[in-house]
T-cell receptor
């Protein structure tokens, strides 16, 4: 069963805590992306990676970190420096060719306790 | 840099009525345009895309969109909506080139279909 999986579906963060959101894909896609979604603001790009061991900041990277050690995996860490982390986080992939469709995972909702 | 404006944050409509969701973009280069749909607490699903060629693009679930370069618009239409079309719809632009794959999204339009 091919696709993109994100876990957990819901995640709770305590004050000052770092949390990591998982994104795994078995589509053999080169590029992976992390977006943050807030009501009325659409999706905003946090980080993206076009190849393994390389990643770039998006529009709102502050307070977040990523790694891309394997083609299949692109975990996102929400650090304690991110003061307003409550949002819906979406992972996406593309094959890596130009102007290709982005495929989205089911999302993780992060809530602050 | 490109930007996307969805002109209506909410669109209520009755079942079987036609609907148009409006999207305007700004970019200094040729762009590639997408419409995605999102059902509550789910990821986004591609409805249709314009890369080149015919300016009228047909997508899934009976939706279509028309690319108008002079008006920098990419409005989404459906001639007769169903209750199941109730969802949030996002317009997005990809400037291509070295920025390929980096989508800029509009703010979203919530379509509510009433019986």
């Amino acid at each position: 069963d091919g696709g993109i999986t994100q876990s957990p579906k819901y995640l709770f963060r305590k004050e000052g805590q770092n949390v990591t959101l998982s994104c795994e894909q078995n589509l053999n896609h080169d590029a992976m992306y992390w977006y943050r979604q807030d009501p009325g603001q659409g999706l905003r790009l946090i980080y993206y990676s076009q190849i393994v061991n390389d990643f770039q900041k998006g529009d709102i990277a502050e307070g977040y970190s990523v790694s891309r050690e394997k083609k299949e995996s692109f975990p996102l860490t929400v650090t304690s420096a991110q003061k307003n982390p409550t949002a819906f986080y979406l992972c996406a992939t593309t094959p890596g060719r130009l102007q290709e469709t982005q495929y989205f995972g089911p999302g993780t909702r992060l809530l602050v306790l | 840099a490109q930007s996307v404006t969805q002109l209506d944050s909410q669109v209520p409509v009755f079942e079987e009525a036609p609907v148009e969701l409006r999207c305007n973009y700004s970019s200094s280069v040729s762009v590639y345009l997408f419409w995605y749909v999102q059902y509550p607490n789910q990821g986004l699903q591609l409805l249709l895309k314009y890369l080149s060629g015919s300016t009228l693009v047909k997508g899934i679930n009976g939706f279509e969109a028309e690319f108008n370069k002079s008006q920098t618009s990419f409005h989404l239409r459906k001639p007769s909506v169903h209750i199941s079309d109730t969802a949030e719809y996002f317009c997005a632009v990809d400037a291509g080139g070295t920025s390929y794959g980096k989508l800029t999204f509009g703010q979203g339009t919530i379509l509510t279909v009433h019986p």
